[in-house]
């Protein structure tokens, strides 16, 4: 991994799909990569009930930023509770990850979405946060249209705004 120290790393539980997942997250976005794979030893079997030599965790990167995938066994499947967040600079990138991300999973209001592993995903066009902030009919109006998506379209977020 890059040498950098990250002072915040998520850890994402999984059942066994850790490295699965971490593959796959890889081949959708730039900048990305795989890192350190480590097994479980016969050590403490009777504890995590893992087979030695079965994947324990897996480091990655998104586009820099690290994660740490853990085979933790189905006790804690994902909850909306926790998301991550992909700011997307123009309507093709959010057509991009939100059909990357939700294959196989499932297409939630508002941006957000499953993916096939149960992981939370908001698909968030940069745009947005300007238009909430600026005149608040408009920001109301574009709350409105959101409202009412799933994948968000951005032309559609900036005529909300314009009242048109």
Sequence with gaps: MSGKIQKITPCL????EAEEAAKHYVSIFANSRIGTVARYTGEGKDIHGKDEGTVMTVEFELDGQRFTALNGGPQFPFTEAVSLQVGCADQEEVDYYWTRLSEGGEEGPCGWLKDRYGLSWQIVPDVLPQLLRGDP??????TQAFMKMKKFDIAALKQAYDGQ
């Excluded at 539980?13 to 066994?16: E, G, H, S, Y």
């Excluded at 009919?137 to 574009?142: L, T, W």
Aim: net charge neutral.
């Design 137 to 142: 009919e408009g920001a109301a109006r574009v």
């Design 13 to 16: 539980w999984f059942d066994k």
